[in-house]
């Protein structure tokens, strides 16, 4: 009896023993913190047993009036003034001298609650994430084959023209045109690559981070750039363009704060793992202060959505270290290479 008074004691559900009256005659201590009820009071009815039709004489609550059911989810005011989501159950455990003694088992929802609207958030920007990456391919494609091509008609027109106009003033303003064009071309090259490299689509993971590595090393001659890996093939298409955008990110905040001189970029595969890390011996800062950019953040939800882990290291003037461990699930890869 002792061992089953401990259960009884330390069992976090909360319990309730409440006669045919609903006056409670025992309950343990997490239905006291639960309901700040107490003994001698009467269990309240649930929200939907206070709302519901009954007929004359029918026992209002319902998991007494319906004994087929086990269990359902619902309110129940409590003596701290608020309604709380508790999964009930009950049990008719004694009948002595005309009276009925029930069993209520009372569980806190609250927290299952609050972790599934997480989730559910989870979800959500997950799924807003891949739209807008679908939406930047759309428009990256769009740019490259619809408006670069027009403008690379438009700079073969001036060409053509300008082999059949003789006036030096005109062949000199055609040529400033063809400047402008020029660089209008270059500017939506720069803007297609931006929204998602073609070559991510076209040759993969690895020669992209290279061409991302070497236009940064060509932005940024006095910073040396090394870039490490073994992986020789194809990733699944969700890893290939999160852990693009997640190297992205992290070497845009190298060149926005770090003032490195050396940045070193690696992806190693370890097994079922991939693991990528961006090191740089720039100024640092304190891990632990919040900061008011959103890059640091974004790489973290997107390794939290590929089932990874983070790990950042950092202090004053002794750069940054960015560590992400990624599953490498095979289905998806062997998906990926039988797209491709």
Known sequence: MQFLDKIFAYIQDGIIVMDHERTIVEMNPAAKRLTGWQ??????YCSFCQQRKVKEGE??????????????????????????DVEMSTELILEQDKAKYYLLVLRDQTAKKKEEEARRSKWMVKK???????????????????VGQSLYSISIALDNIIQRVQDEKLHIYVKEVREELGRVMEDVKLYAQQLRPKSLDALGLIPTIQSLIHSLQFKMPT??????????????????????????????????????????VSIEQTGRELLVSIEDNGV???V????EGLGLKHIQERVFHLGGETTITSAPM????????????????????NRR
């Open 39 to 44: 003994l001698g009071e009467k269990v309240p």
């Open 59 to 84: 026992e209002r609550c319902y998991l007494i009036a319906t004994e087929e059911v086990p269990y359902f989810v619902s309110e129940m005011p409590t003596d701290h003034g608020q309604w709380i």
């Open 128 to 146: 807003l994430t891949e739209a807008k990456e679908e939406e930047h391919k759309r428009l990256a494609q769009e740019l490259h084959d619809g």
């Open 223 to 264: 910073t040396s750039f090394s870039f490490q890996t073994n992986v020789n093939r194809r990733l699944s298409p969700t890893i290939e363009i999160n852990v693009y955008r997640i190297i992205q990110e992290a070497l845009h905040n190298v060149m926005k704060y770090a003032k490195a001189t050396e940045v070193r």
């Open 284 to 286: 640092g800062f304190h």
């Open 288 to 291: 632990e202060e919040k900061r």
């Open 318 to 337: 002794k750069g940054t270290t960015i560590l992400v461990r990624v599953p490498l699930e095979g289905g998806e890869e062997s998906e990926s290479v």
